[in-house]
């Protein structure tokens, strides 16, 4: 059985997502994905309960893995990039952020696959993403380099939105790009890792208590309607634009199923 993860709906001006399953010989794959993750430590009620609370519709769900990891990504922006009411130059500069904290998951967390929630409430004018995974933290990611062997779990959260931190398995890029992006369009930013929770707002960025989480979780909350210039707020480090419009322009619903 081959299961599609999406499904949309304009209804009172919110884009609905959920998941629903699709009888098909093709492949088992994605539902070996979703065993895996139904028996990992991943609570999806409290991620909801925290991060989406009260919302309806419900927030868009999906697994990803390694193996369906870009398929993810292109879904969830590809949805977003479908509203003519989101900015444009949001969604360049998002879809680098967005697919540097997926990569995140499958290269820092030692486990095989994480979870996406995404909404988008047009009334609102505001994007929401989630991404959890149940493995290691952040401390013990970064302590594998032995210049942060020794630090705080709260040390490495906020030294995890910094230029150039990194275990030695990427370019410490992806989580400092994104805080850049919070502070340039608004509103807000979360890491969650052990007990301790990062929240870099128009206030700050502030370090706090909070439920344990196994693992981490990277929530982001955009306004979705201020133009901006995305490669500049991404230090001309990427050509986030060029790569957006290449593979997005044009983008409709046929491309989607």
């Known amino acids: 059985m081959h299961f599609s993860i999406l499904f949309h709906n304009f209804a009172k001006g919110k884009l609905h997502l959920g998941i629903i399953a699709q009888a098909s010989l093709a492949s088992s794959a994605?539902?070996?994905?979703?065993?895996?993750?139904?028996n990992s430590n991943m609570n999806i009620n409290r991620?909801?309960?925290?991060?989406?609370?009260d919302q309806e519709p419900s927030p868009m769900i999906e697994v990803f893995d390694k193996e369906n990891v870009y398929s993810t990504y292109r879904d969830i922006v590809s949805i977003l990039n479908y509203n003519p009411d989101i900015e444009l130059t949001i969604l360049q500069g998002l879809s680098y952020c967005f697919y540097?904290?997926?990569?995140?998951?499958?290269?820092?967390?030692e486990k095989e696959c994480g979870t996406v929630l995404m909404s988008y409430h047009d009334d609102e004018k505001k994007i929401q993403i989630?991404?959890?995974d149940d493995g290691i933290g952040i401390r013990k990611s970064l302590s594998a380099n032995p210049k942060y062997s020794n630090i705080s779990?709260?040390?490495a959260l906020t030294m995890c939105i910094e230029d150039s931190v990194t275990d030695g398995k990427g370019m410490g890029f992806g989580l400092y790009s994104t805080l850049r992006l919070v502070n340039n369009v608004g509103s807000i930013m979360k890491i969650v890792s052990g007990d301790n929770m990062l929240v870099c707002d128009s206030s700050g960025v502030n370090v706090?208590?909070?439920?344990?989480?196994?693992g981490t979780i990277v929530y982001i909350e955009l306004h979705s309607n201020k133009e901006i210039m995305p490669e500049e707020i991404l230090g001309n480090k990427t050509n986030c634009v060029a790569d957006y419009n290449d593979m997005f322009d044009g983008d409709g619903l046929d491309e989607l199923w």
Request: glycine share 2%; aromatic share 16%; hydrophobic share 45%.
């Open 30 to 38: 994605l539902a070996y994905t979703l065993f895996r993750h139904n």
């Open 208 to 214: 706090e208590n909070t439920s344990f989480w196994q």
């Open 47 to 53: 991620l909801i309960g925290t991060f989406f609370k």
């Open 100 to 109: 540097e904290i997926l990569d995140n998951v499958l290269t820092h967390s």
């Open 130 to 132: 989630l991404v959890a």
């Open 153 to 155: 779990e709260e040390e």
